[in-house]
């Protein structure tokens, strides 16, 4: 059976996401953002980060919304904003299922 595309998002894809969420970015800021929230733990380089805007752009999960000056600005769409509450819950998730495997291990 065949992987649904973006059904996991890798770590910079998310953070991605979750800088739109705050409203229209270009890429610059989006990878400022992405330094700044990740304490600089998480890091795009320009290929990276625009190769990421393209395919979410085909995808729908972005849109391009015009240029300030000489920056291209991206928002989120609602597939985008529900790709990334989609990955938020898989995260809750495997944060509970680590807590819950640590108290089974204190048990023993």
Do not use: H, W
Request: with cysteine; hydrophobic share 30%; glycine share 8%.
């Amino acid at each position: 059976m065949a992987r649904k595309k973006f059904s996991t998002l890798t770590e910079p894809m998310f953070y991605l996401l979750m800088s739109l969420r705050g409203g229209k970015k270009c890429g610059i800021d989006i990878s400022e953002y992405i330094s700044r929230r990740s304490s600089d733990r998480v890091k795009l380089g320009p290929g990276t980060l625009y190769a990421l805007l393209s395919e979410f752009e085909q995808e729908g999960l972005i849109k391009y919304v015009g240029v300030d000056g000489k920056r291209k600005l991206y928002e989120l769409t609602p597939t985008g904003e529900k790709a990334y509450n989609d990955e938020l819950m898989r995260l809750r998730q495997c944060l509970a299922d680590a807590k819950e495997a640590e108290n089974d291990e204190q048990v023993r």
